[in-house]
């Protein structure tokens, strides 16, 4: 079955930096927009932030000016630079299209930050 994968999660004490990387099977110069999310225990998946083909970026109040999100169509990649993290940005964090997500979940990159 094809599915996203997600890297480069880990722990990290509160003001570090993480980069994840998502890895889309196929062409994702076909696809418009894609999207990180987040989950953490007991809440919802909420979208993180998104970014379109042509380069416009959407970003949730909660990580503005903190996450950068980027794409790399030559190597079918989406990458989140997560920069001052904080304990609350500790999450499952998964990839897919937005608004419709088209692939199945992948298991996402665990990101814990300590206080």
């Known amino acids: 079955q094809v599915r996203l994968a997600e890297s480069g999660g880990g722990l990290v004490q509160a003001g570090g930096s993480l980069r994840l990387s998502c890895t889309v099977p196929g062409n994702i110069f076909r696809i418009n927009t894609m999207g990180w999310f987040r989950q953490a225990p007991g809440k919802q998946r909420e979208l993180v932030a998104r970014?379109?083909?042509?380069?416009?970026?959407y970003y949730a109040d909660s990580v503005k000016g903190r996450f950068t999100i980027s794409r790399d169509n030559a190597k079918n990649t989406v990458y989140l630079q997560m920069n001052s993290l904080k304990p609350e940005d500790t999450a499952v964090y998964t990839c897919?299209?937005?608004?419709?997500?088209?692939?199945?979940w992948g298991q996402g990159t665990q990101v814990t930050v300590s206080s």
């Open positions: 970014i379109t083909n042509g380069g416009s970026t």
């Open positions: 897919n299209t937005v608004p419709t997500t088209y692939y199945p």
